[in-house]
């Protein structure tokens, strides 16, 4: 059995008008770039994996502005939003929802939970169980939630947004492989530079800036975007260039588990993404180049040996980029 959910935000389908994914993504840099200060690179990335409808993993110390990004990127895009706090006491039934029994109707009622939501911001991700954490996998790979043998569809677009700190280890579960696999990219913050920060001070003296946000891209421009994505164009070289470099992930000698078949895919739709963000209708190999280290890093299990040298996976896909060949690239 299977339902349609909808929020409370009516469900609009894309308009066949041409659509600029530049300018879309311009609107939405300039917006968000009013909260996160000096951080272009990643609102961009951030806007890169929202339109490629995928799911984004914000790793980074406390107070960098992780949770202020996901709530920026709301209510520039217009979306429901609905923010998870992980804990190790939360049940599955907290994300997923719950059916009740009325007595009134003598029938079973469904409650939803937090998940039910255009954007889910599922903070500090790794405080909750392997369990807990296991109730975002359906929906993160299928865009849909069963509880008591009901299926409902989540809404369109449907975006999970998850933070997690990597130095705090105490009362944290780390993320199952196959939950990391699930997440399309993977971004750090960073610290902001000292001009930014003193930027940060200024704007915070008498209000957040976010209070000021206002929705920039329409429901139907953004769905828009989504879709024009898929007809960028990728020539065979370049395709064959993503998996050359996929392989030679799982062929390198520090390595104890390389990416799988999905990493190939998420490298593949983000150079679209990219390309169509910079105002091209083609793939260059630069953009797999550049996306390399955030979609595939996260997936990639380095072995034991390797670790003891301080050999992690972000040095191993640099070192794979150095090593495989880049071909030519051709328009269409």
Known sequence: MSKQFTSSRQQTQPQPSAVSVQDITE??????????MGKQ???????????????????????????????????????????????PDMLPSDITGVSIFNPKTREFEFRAGPIMAQIVLADEINRATPKTQSALLEA?????????????????PFIIMATQNPIEYEGTFPLPEAQLDRFLIRIQMGYPQPRD?????????YQHPILQLKQVVPLPELLAAQQAIRDVYVANEVQQYIINLITASRRHPDVYLGSSPRGSLALFRTAQARAAMSGRDFVLPDDVKALAEVTLAHRIIVGPAA???????????????????VPGSSAR
């Open 197 to 205: 920060e003193l930027k940060v001070l200024a704007s915070q003296q």
């Open 140 to 156: 993160m790979e299928e865009g849909q939630m069963t509880v008591d043998g009901v299926t409902y569809r989540l809404s369109n």
């Open 41 to 87: 690179n990643e609102i961009r990335l951030t806007i890169l994996g929202m339109l490629s409808r995928g799911h984004i993993l914000l790793e980074d110390i406390p107070g960098v502005g992780k949770t202020m990004m996901a709530k920026s990127l709301a209510l520039a895009l217009g979306c429901s939003f609905n923010r998870i706090q992980f804990t």
């Open 307 to 325: 670790r003891l040298n301080s050999i992690n996976a972000r040095t191993i896909v640099n070192d794979i980029l150095k090593s495989t060949p």
């Open 27 to 36: 609107r939405i840099v300039s917006s968000v770039g009013k909260v996160i």
